[in-house]
């Protein structure tokens, strides 16, 4: 696995080789919930970094993927589908997609060519930022003839748009074209993180992302969007890492469900996370999860806050 954490970068110092028209900056992946924005960061950078499920809102933080070639460094931020907030989560959420799109450089516009929806809220959100953006229809897989065509008049005709490119970020198709478009609007500048570096998130973020997955994946209903998991100890050795994992759940009557008869979900969920967690660190795991009651966690400030949103 790369390395994750690194000290600061200083660019400067280490441009000393790069082509004066190195381009180096970053890109903001919005949209509407489940578009694709997670599986496109995924396939742009050839690794799994994003949790990505059929549930909308499984992202839940603005997740930083780096991805380097020869001739430009992009910074892809994966950000929370746009919604109207509900609960603080949700707030905190949309808050995310702000900062993303006041960080980036350019604006990567994702919708869905099997759905055309409103995406107004979408537009909102690149109005203020005032940042180029380059339309992306995903999905072109899935989609019937003509809905392509219809998604591009209406988003053009509302945004100008710096470049309009279709994609499949699952079959992984366009995305050579995707990337050389964001390269002609990304600025000139040398690379602003080392490159054989992936991300700035630490593993047990990763870790603790992978268990949420699967908590989407196993669960139904309102369980997956009442859970958040946080990592109460993480010890690495040689071999082996030992792993104790939190599960906040949002009200006592979903611990029993989460748990399940005999313990078989909470052990069908622990194995299928921890499959996951080697796969990405290389290295065996021992995973143990834990269940815990925090009453409506979701809306209050404090527990937000100590939960990483
Ligand atoms: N057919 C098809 N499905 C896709 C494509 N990209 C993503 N999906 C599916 O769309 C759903 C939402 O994907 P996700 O990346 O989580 O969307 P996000 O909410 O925008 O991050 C998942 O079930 C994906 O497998 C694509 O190119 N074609
Ligand atoms: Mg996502």
Redesign the pocket.
Same mark, same amino acid.
């Given at each position: 696995m790369q390395e994750f954490i690194e000290p600061p970068f200083d660019a400067l110092n280490a441009s000393g080789d790069v082509p004066a028209d190195y381009r180096a900056g970053f890109v903001a992946i919005i949209?509407?919930?489940?578009?694709?924005?997670?599986?496109?960061?995924?396939a742009l950078l050839e690794f799994k970094l *994003?949790?990505? !499920?059929?549930? *909308?809102?499984? !992202?839940r933080h603005q997740i930083l993927g780096i991805l380097n070639e020869e001739s430009h460094q992009m910074i892809f931020l994966?950000t929370?589908?746009i919604i109207t907030p509900e609960y603080k989560l949700q707030e905190s959420m949309m808050q995310a997609v702000s900062r993303s799109t006041k960080d980036a450089d350019v604006l990567l516009h994702?919708v869905?060519a099997?759905r055309l929806a409103d995406e107004e809220r979408v537009w909102n959100y690149m109005r203020s930022s005032g940042k180029p953006a380059v339309l992306v229809i995903?999905?072109?897989?899935?989609a019937k003839e003509g809905e392509v065509t219809a998604i591009k008049e209406v988003c053009t005709s509302v945004f100008a748009y710096r470049a309009v490119v279709e994609?499949?970020?699952?079959?992984h198709t366009g995305l050579d074209e995707l990337k050389k478009s964001l390269g002609e609007v990304l600025p000139l500048s040398p690379p602003l993180y080392p490159p054989d570096q992936l991300s700035e998130h630490p593993v047990r973020f990763f870790v603790s992302e992978l268990i949420r997955e699967q908590i989407f994946l196993q669960y139904a209903q309102e369980i997956p969007y009442s859970c958040t998991v946080t990592i109460s100890s993480f010890k690495e050795e040689d071999k082996m890492d030992h792993i104790h994992a939190e599960i906040i759940v949002n009200r006592d009557s979903q611990k029993g469900i989460l748990i399940g008869k005999g313990g078989l979900k909470l052990k069908k969920l622990g194995t299928k996370a921890r499959e996951q967690i080697e796969q990405l660190t290389g290295k065996k795991a021992n995973l143990q999860l834990f269940v815990k009651v925090r009453e409506k966690w979701r809306d209050k400030e404090s527990y937000l806050r100590g939960y990483g949103y």
């Amino acid at each position: 696995m790369q390395e994750f954490i690194e000290p600061p970068f200083d660019a400067l110092n280490a441009s000393g080789d790069v082509p004066a028209d190195y381009r180096a900056g970053f890109v903001a992946i919005i949209g509407r919930p489940n578009a694709g924005k997670s599986t496109l960061l995924n396939a742009l950078l050839e690794f799994k970094l *994003a949790i990505a !499920t059929h549930k *909308a809102q499984t !992202t839940r933080h603005q997740i930083l993927g780096i991805l380097n070639e020869e001739s430009h460094q992009m910074i892809f931020l994966d950000t929370p589908g746009i919604i109207t907030p509900e609960y603080k989560l949700q707030e905190s959420m949309m808050q995310a997609v702000s900062r993303s799109t006041k960080d980036a450089d350019v604006l990567l516009h994702l919708v869905d060519a099997t759905r055309l929806a409103d995406e107004e809220r979408v537009w909102n959100y690149m109005r203020s930022s005032g940042k180029p953006a380059v339309l992306v229809i995903n999905k072109v897989d899935a989609a019937k003839e003509g809905e392509v065509t219809a998604i591009k008049e209406v988003c053009t005709s509302v945004f100008a748009y710096r470049a309009v490119v279709e994609i499949s970020a699952e079959q992984h198709t366009g995305l050579d074209e995707l990337k050389k478009s964001l390269g002609e609007v990304l600025p000139l500048s040398p690379p602003l993180y080392p490159p054989d570096q992936l991300s700035e998130h630490p593993v047990r973020f990763f870790v603790s992302e992978l268990i949420r997955e699967q908590i989407f994946l196993q669960y139904a209903q309102e369980i997956p969007y009442s859970c958040t998991v946080t990592i109460s100890s993480f010890k690495e050795e040689d071999k082996m890492d030992h792993i104790h994992a939190e599960i906040i759940v949002n009200r006592d009557s979903q611990k029993g469900i989460l748990i399940g008869k005999g313990g078989l979900k909470l052990k069908k969920l622990g194995t299928k996370a921890r499959e996951q967690i080697e796969q990405l660190t290389g290295k065996k795991a021992n995973l143990q999860l834990f269940v815990k009651v925090r009453e409506k966690w979701r809306d209050k400030e404090s527990y937000l806050r100590g939960y990483g949103y």
